[in-house]
């Protein structure tokens, strides 16, 4: 049992890679652009992270489920994993809104 977050994670972002091919929404409209984006906001997220727990706001769980791998004090294997599911995600469901949002909108006001 001590991989099922993990394991959540990865399956959940198979879930998003199918839905991102099956539109083009994000890695697969522009793949660079993509990879740079999530890196950055990763990274961005991470080292967040870790200023909250030098500022001991965030503290590692323990938790059956997880694998129990440090990367550093406090900051554990799924953090990174998640982190990076959560950019996919929130840009997965943007594009997808705005996709819904101009296929509402009428042929002549899509040219403007």
Not at 10 to 25: H, I, N, P, V, Y
Not at 51 to 71: D, E, K
Not at 94 to 106: E, I, K, Q, T, Y
């Amino acid at each position: 049992m001590r991989f099922v977050y993990l394991a959540a994670l990865l399956g959940a972002s198979g879930c998003l890679c199918l839905l991102d091919a099956r539109w083009r929404l994000f890695f697969w409209r522009a793949p660079v652009r993509a990879a740079v984006v999530t890196v950055v906001v990763t990274v961005f997220l991470l080292l967040w992270d870790a200023a909250g727990i030098a500022a001991g706001i965030f503290l590692r769980g323990h938790s059956p489920l997880t694998t129990g791998v440090q990367l550093a004090p406090q900051l554990a294997l799924e953090e990174p994993v998640f982190l990076a599911f959560l950019v996919y995600l929130v840009a997965i469901l943007l594009f997808g809104v705005r996709r819904m949002l101009d296929a509402r909108r009428s042929p002549g006001e899509r040219g403007r």
